[in-house]
C-alpha cells in the first residue's frame, strides 16, 4: 500500500493531463483501498487491447511475483524489464519529459529470503546497478523490492520490509521529519495500531543470523522440500500408477504444491478435500485450493494442496507427514462407507464446500 501511493505520486508529477490509471491485477485490493482503477485483461480481445499503445501511458507501476505463495512459481522479470525499456523509447508529447518511465515493483514476500540462497544466479528481480561487480544481472527498471520477515526471516507475523533503489524513490511528501526530546529523526512508513516489537525482532534476527545464518537455514529448508517432493511422487496405487505431480519450482522455492497426476489412467474417487479433512483427524493443516485456469477473476483450474517447508520441519516430521498421507489415502481407498449412497454424497459435499479455499482474484 505505501508503495503503490508512492508510484501514484511519482506519475502524478509527470502527466500534464490525464491521470494515469493503474494496471495491477495482482494488487486488486491495494486498488480498492486506495480509489485505484485496475485494468483487467480477460480473452484474446482484451488481450490485443493491452498490445496498444494508449494502454502503455494508463500505468504507473509494473508488479512483479518472485515465489507466489499458491504455486511457488516466479514471474520473468527480466521478460517484463525489456518490455518497459521498449516503451520508454517511445515518445509521449503530452508527458513533461516526452518519455514514459514505468518502475517495476518486486512483491518478493516469500521468495525475497529463500531464492538468493537456493539460486544465487537467478538475479534478474535484483536492482540494475552501474557496478558489475557489485551486483550483476538485475533490472533496470526494478526500483523497489518487498519481503515479509514472517514467513522464512524467522520473525512472527507480521512484519513486511521494503528496500529501494534509492532514496531519489520516495517522494518527499510521505517523510516526516520528527522532533522529540531535543533530536530529530526521519520517519516513512505505514502506521496503524501495532507496536513495534516485531520490528525489533526482525532486527535482532537479521543481526543474529547474519548471511551465512539465513544460508544454513534456508538451505536446509529447501533439501527438505525437496525430499517432501520426491516422497509424494513416489506415492503409488495397487497398479503402480502415481497418485500426485508436483507444479512447484522446488529447485528455487521450499514449499511444496501438487495435485493429481493426470497421467493416471485410474483417477481416485476421492478428492484432494477429502484427503485434507482425513488428515485433519492426524492434526495436520495441509490447505487445499483450486487455482485460475482460463480466468484471472474465477478459480476454474485445478485443486491443489501446498506444504509450506519452513526451518521447524525436519525430515523425520516429513516421514510422519508422508504416513499420515498413506493412511489416510488407504481409508479413502476402503472407506466403511458407500460413496454411491445420496445421503454419504450429500454429506461429503457439504464438508467439501465448507473445507474448499478458493484462491484470490488474479493468484
Given at each position: 500500500?505505501?508503495?503503490?501511493?508512492?508510484?501514484?505520486?511519482?506519475?502524478?508529477?509527470?502527466?500534464?493531463?490525464?491521470?494515469?490509471?493503474?494496471?495491477?491485477?495482482?494488487?486488486?485490493?491495494?486498488?480498492?483501498?486506495?480509489?485505484?482503477?485496475?485494468?483487467?485483461?480477460?480473452?484474446?480481445?482484451?488481450?490485443?487491447?493491452?498490445?496498444?499503445?494508449?494502454?502503455?501511458?494508463?500505468?504507473?507501476?509494473?508488479?512483479?511475483?518472485?515465489?507466489?505463495?499458491?504455486?511457488?512459481?516466479?514471474?520473468?522479470?527480466?521478460?517484463?524489464?525489456?518490455?518497459?525499456?521498449?516503451?520508454?523509447?517511445?515518445?509521449?508529447?503530452?508527458?513533461?519529459?516526452?518519455?514514459?518511465?514505468?518502475?517495476?515493483?518486486?512483491?518478493?514476500?516469500?521468495?525475497?529470503?529463500?531464492?538468493?540462497?537456493?539460486?544465487?544466479?537467478?538475479?534478474?528481480?535484483?536492482?540494475?546497478?552501474?557496478?558489475?561487480?557489485?551486483?550483476?544481472?538485475?533490472?533496470?527498471?526494478?526500483?523497489?523490492?518487498?519481503?515479509?520477515?514472517?514467513?522464512?526471516?524467522?520473525?512472527?507475523?507480521?512484519?513486511?520490509?521494503?528496500?529501494?533503489?534509492?532514496?531519489?524513490?520516495?517522494?518527499?511528501?510521505?517523510?516526516?521529519?520528527?522532533?522529540?526530546?531535543?533530536?530529530?529523526?526521519?520517519?516513512?512508513?505505514?502506521?496503524?495500531?501495532?507496536?513495534?516489537?516485531?520490528?525489533?525482532?526482525?532486527?535482532?534476527?537479521?543481526?543474529?543470523?547474519?548471511?551465512d545464518g539465513y544460508k544454513q537455514i534456508v538451505s536446509n529448508c529447501y533439501i527438505n522440500a525437496q525430499y517432501l517432493a520426491s516422497e509424494l511422487l513416489a506415492l503409488t496405487d495397487d497398479s503402480g500408477n502415481a497418485y500426485f505431480t508436483t507444479i512447484s519450482d522446488n529447485d528455487k522455492f521450499p514449499w511444496v504444491v501438487f495435485k493429481f497426476d493426470?497421467?493416471?489412467?485410474?483417477?481416485?474417487?476421492?478428492?484432494?478435500?477429502?484427503?485434507?479433512?482425513?488428515?485433519?483427524?492426524?492434526?495436520?493443516?495441509?490447505?487445499?485450493?483450486?487455482?485460475?485456469?482460463?480466468?484471472?477473476?474465477?478459480?476454474?483450474?485445478?485443486?491443489?494442496?501446498?506444504?509450506?517447508?519452513?526451518?521447524?520441519?525436519?525430515?523425520?516430521?516429513?516421514?510422519?507427514?508422508?504416513?499420515?498421507?498413506?493412511?489416510?489415502?488407504?481409508?479413502?481407498?476402503?472407506?466403511?462407507?458407500?460413496?454411491?449412497?445420496?445421503?454419504?454424497?450429500?454429506?461429503?459435499?457439504?464438508?467439501?464446500?465448507?473445507?474448499?479455499?478458493?484462491?484470490?482474484?488474479?493468484?
Amino acid at each position: 500500500m505505501l508503495n503503490s501511493t508512492l508510484f501514484d505520486l511519482q506519475s502524478l508529477t509527470e502527466a500534464d493531463n490525464d491521470v494515469p490509471t493503474p494496471y495491477l491485477e495482482a494488487y486488486l485490493r491495494i486498488c480498492q483501498y486506495c480509489g485505484f482503477f485496475p485494468a483487467t485483461a480477460e480473452g484474446d480481445e482484451d488481450y490485443d487491447l493491452l498490445k496498444l499503445k494508449k494502454v502503455r501511458e494508463l500505468v504507473f507501476c509494473v508488479p512483479a511475483i518472485v515465489g507466489t505463495t499458491f504455486t511457488a512459481e516466479k514471474d520473468p522479470v527480466a521478460d517484463i524489464n525489456t518490455v518497459l525499456e521498449t516503451i520508454a523509447l517511445d515518445d509521449f508529447p503530452y508527458y513533461t519529459s516526452n518519455k514514459i518511465y514505468i518502475p517495476i515493483h518486486v512483491d518478493a514476500a516469500s521468495g525475497g529470503f529463500t531464492l538468493p540462497f537456493t539460486d544465487p544466479d537467478n538475479n534478474d528481480w535484483h536492482f540494475k546497478h552501474i557496478d558489475p561487480i557489485l551486483n550483476p544481472g538485475g533490472s533496470s527498471h526494478v526500483e523497489s523490492i518487498n519481503v515479509s520477515m514472517h514467513k522464512f526471516g524467522m520473525v512472527y507475523a507480521g512484519l513486511g520490509l521494503v528496500v529501494y533503489k534509492n532514496e531519489d524513490i520516495v517522494d518527499s511528501s510521505l517523510i516526516y521529519e520528527i522532533t522529540y526530546l531535543g533530536a530529530s529523526f526521519y520517519d516513512f512508513n505505514v502506521n496503524f495500531s501495532r507496536g513495534s516489537a516485531m520490528v525489533i525482532a526482525g532486527y535482532y534476527a537479521l543481526i543474529r543470523n547474519g548471511l551465512d545464518g539465513y544460508k544454513q537455514i534456508v538451505s536446509n529448508c529447501y533439501i527438505n522440500a525437496q525430499y517432501l517432493a520426491s516422497e509424494l511422487l513416489a506415492l503409488t496405487d495397487d497398479s503402480g500408477n502415481a497418485y500426485f505431480t508436483t507444479i512447484s519450482d522446488n529447485d528455487k522455492f521450499p514449499w511444496v504444491v501438487f495435485k493429481f497426476d493426470t497421467a493416471n489412467p485410474t483417477p481416485p474417487s476421492w478428492t484432494l478435500g477429502d484427503l485434507s479433512i482425513d488428515l485433519q483427524e492426524s492434526g495436520w493443516q495441509l490447505p487445499q485450493y483450486q487455482l485460475p485456469d482460463n480466468s484471472s477473476k474465477t478459480p476454474d483450474g485445478p485443486s491443489v494442496m501446498r506444504v509450506v517447508v519452513r526451518m521447524d520441519i525436519s525430515q523425520n516430521k516429513i516421514n510422519l507427514l508422508i504416513g499420515d498421507i498413506k493412511d489416510a489415502i488407504a481409508n479413502l481407498e476402503n472407506p466403511a462407507f458407500d460413496f454411491n449412497d445420496p445421503k454419504v454424497k450429500q454429506m461429503l459435499q457439504k464438508k467439501r464446500d465448507e473445507h474448499l479455499h478458493k484462491g484470490p482474484i488474479g493468484c
